[in-house]
T-cell receptor
Framework: KQEVTQIPAALSVPEGENLVLNCSFT??????LQWFRQDPGKGLTSLLLIQSSQREQTSGRLNASLDKSSGRSTLYIAASQPGDSATYLC??????????FGQGTTLQVKP | EPEVTQTPSHQVTQMGQEVILRCVPISNHLYFYWYRQILGQKVEFLVS????????KSEIFDDQFSVERPDGSNFTLKIRSTKLEDSAMYFC???????????FGQGTRLTVV
């Protein structure tokens, strides 16, 4: 059974710092990996999708990497801003489109 | 920009009542999903729907739950007889194929009292 784990559970950094969020999964037979952002009480906003054949994806200050064989992904946020404060969720996608989520990393960026 | 819309944003219901949560997926999408997130817990898959039938469901999705695409635009989740433990945020998602990027709605917060 696929399990997704995210470390750390919470992170607090000063503005401007670069940071890395980690995601690991137990079954490497995934099709895609997707990173989401969730603001308190709100929906899920897709940030990046990495296909299983890809190693990384970039969007603005965000860079996500995928090492399928070791069951790991990282989300790198450059030059963090207070507006980046949110919970970041990692989800792996099966061949049917089902997403299995980690519990998230709650990020606070202090001005 | 196309988006998935869900209504209502918040629903309070009494235990034992039936509720219907509504979703309008992105118009050209063919695959539809429901997920739920109990407060403080992971987002969990409930069901996927394609070509007017359930393609996959989790063990959470028991006989109390049903899904329907009553017309060309809506996708609904019905809970027949709500329990306290059904209180959660329910998210609808859609995609144009599977597997691929899924787009989520803003969620419906269901509170069962």
């Amino acid at each position: 059974k696929q399990e997704v784990t995210q470390i750390p559970a919470a992170l607090s950094v000063p503005e401007g710092e670069n940071l890395v969020l980690n995601c690991s999964f137990t079954d490497s037979a995934i099709y895609n990996l997707q990173w989401f952002r969730q603001d308190p009480g709100k929906g899920l906003t897709s940030l990046l999708l990495i296909q299983s054949s890809q190693r990384e994806q970039t969007s603005g200050r965000l860079n996500a990497s995928l090492d399928k064989s070791s069951g790991r992904s990282t989300l790198y946020i450059a030059a963090s801003q207070p507006g980046d404060s949110a919970t970041y969720l990692c989800a792996v996608e099966s061949n049917t489109g089902k997403l299995i989520f980690g519990q998230g990393t709650t990020l606070q960026v202090k001005p | 920009e196309p988006e998935v819309t869900q209504t209502p944003s918040h629903q309070v219901t009494q235990m034992g009542q039936e509720v219907i949560l509504r979703c309008v997926p992105i118009s050209n999408h063919l695959y539809f999903y429901w997920y739920r997130q109990i407060l403080g817990q992971k987002v969990e898959f409930l069901v996927s729907f394609y070509n007017n039938e359930i393609s996959e469901k989790s063990e959470i999705f028991d006989d109390q739950f049903s899904v329907e695409r009553p017309d060309g635009s809506n996708f609904t989740l019905k809970i027949r007889s709500t329990k306290l433990e059904d209180s959660a945020m329910y998210f609808c998602a859609s995609s144009d194929e599977a597997p691929t990027e899924a787009f989520f709605g803003q969620g419906t917060r269901l509170t069962v009292v």
